[in-house]
Structures are given as structure tokens and as C-alpha cells.
T-cell receptor, first 113, second 115 residues
Framework: DAKTTQPTSMDCAEGRAANLPCNHSTISGNEYVYWYRQIHSQGPQYIIHGLKNNETNEMASLIITEDRKSSTLILPHATLRDTAVYYCIVRPHLYSSASKIIFGSGTRLSIRP | GAVVSQHPSWVICKSGTSVKIECRSLDFQATTMFWYRQFPKQSLMLMATSNEGSKATYEQGVEKDKFLINHASLTLSTLTVTSAHPEDSSFYIC???????????FGPGTRLTVL
């Protein structure tokens, strides 16, 4: 799997957009970008994934650069409940034989009131 | 998203005993389940991958005779920590995926404390 690089920590004011960057310069053509988050003492929660087009769902938006070497997860209106560790992961398509997820260190996002 | 449950949510046991943790997919058939371990202030570490009806594949450094994994049905996988010791105390998390899901979904985790 391609290696990802994320800032160790970030903070954001409540109600503002939180923009979490991720570098994945060695991503290969068949690898997707996935984002998960882990709230303290809970299991990871799936947020969103994409291949090359920007994606949006009820939780967040994912912006992938044209060269696919980096991406940004956007939480449009951060709330205190969004405080968590956010993991950016690149991996082959779900149904490939190498579908296991290897977690890096992630970004610890703190939302301040 | 799909729902994955774990039981128990926490367990305390004496050193030398064995502990079984269950992972269930509640609304989909999980052809593949994964087991992770997480120590305080660290990231999740993949322990093993199990496909329904097959033997689990363990990651390097994980003792297969100590961490027994069974995935006998499409909705249930179990992890048994045999002869547990205090250093096995950790947060154990499972995830599951199947043909009807678009990604892996994680359980809420089980906190094991070995005295």
C-alpha cells in the first residue's frame, strides 16, 4: 500500500470548515483514497472514499488533486463531536486480494468552542 | 453504513485464563473479517485477516497459537486470547467487509484488561 503523510494535529473553531490534508505521492493507479476517523475509545468510523473525482456525502467532502498525489478531507461545519483522530489511507479497490487496511498515525483534530 | 458489533465491550480477567471476543456483522454477510489491536496513544495494528471457512492469515509477529481466530459463519468471527497475560491488555477491534458493502466497517472495540 502507498504511504500517506498527515499532520500530527490540527485544531479548528466550532462552526468553521475543517480541512485535513493528506499526501500520498506514491499512490498507484488502482489505489483509492479512504478516510476514517476514530473518536476516543471507539472503533474507527468510515467517512468517505474516492479514486480521482471529488466526492461528497452527508459527513464530508473529499477533494483529490488532479495528479492524485494529495487530497483534502473537508468537514464543512465542524462541531465538538468531530474531535477525533482522522486517518487517510490509500489501498486497492475493496474486492482486491490486498484489501486490508494499514493505519498510519493520523491527524488528531481538536474542535474548539 | 453497515453495522458491526462486538461482545463483550470490556472484560477483566486473571492472568493465565483465556478470553473470547465475538465480532458480528448485523446487516450483511461478512466474507472477510479483520482483527486489530490498539495500545494507548497508538494507532491500530492489524493482527490477522480471516475469510469465512478458511484459516486466518496472521501478520508478522502475531502468534497464531496465542490469538485463535475462528470465522465459521458469514456473520460471526471470534478471537480467543489464550493464556492471557498483562501485556495482552489492549483495545481489540474487528472490522468486516462483504460483497454487498463498499468498504470495511468496524466494530466498537473490546477493552481487555488482564490482571
Amino acid at each position: 500500500d502507498a504511504k500517506t503523510t498527515q499532520p500530527t494535529s490540527m485544531d479548528c473553531a466550532e462552526g468553521r470548515a475543517a480541512n485535513l490534508p493528506c499526501n500520498h505521492s506514491t499512490i498507484s493507479g488502482n489505489e483509492y483514497v479512504y478516510w476514517y476517523r476514530q473518536i476516543h475509545s471507539q472503533g474507527p468510523q468510515y467517512i468517505i472514499h474516492g479514486l480521482k473525482n471529488n466526492e461528497t456525502n452527508e459527513m464530508a467532502s473529499l477533494i483529490i488533486t488532479e495528479d492524485r498525489k494529495s487530497s483534502t478531507l473537508i468537514l464543512p461545519h465542524a462541531t465538538l463531536r468531530d474531535t477525533a483522530v482522522y486517518y487517510c489511507i490509500v489501498r486497492p479497490h475493496l474486492y482486491s486480494s490486498a484489501s486490508k487496511i494499514i493505519f498510519g498515525s493520523g491527524t488528531r483534530l481538536s474542535i474548539r468552542p | 453504513g453497515a453495522v458491526v458489533s462486538q461482545h463483550p465491550s470490556w472484560v477483566i480477567c486473571k492472568s493465565g485464563t483465556s478470553v473470547k471476543i465475538e465480532c458480528r456483522s448485523l446487516d450483511f454477510q461478512a466474507t472477510t473479517m479483520f482483527w486489530y489491536r490498539q495500545f494507548p496513544k497508538q494507532s491500530l495494528m492489524l493482527m490477522a485477516t480471516s475469510n469465512e471457512g478458511s484459516k486466518a492469515t496472521y501478520e508478522q509477529g502475531v502468534e497464531k497459537d496465542k490469538f485463535l481466530i475462528n470465522h465459521a459463519s458469514l456473520t460471526l468471527s471470534t478471537l480467543t486470547v489464550t493464556s492471557a497475560h498483562p501485556e495482552d491488555s489492549s483495545f481489540y477491534i474487528c472490522s468486516a467487509t462483504g460483497q454487498s458493502t463498499d468498504t470495511q466497517y468496524f466494530g466498537p472495540g473490546t477493552r481487555l484488561t488482564v490482571l
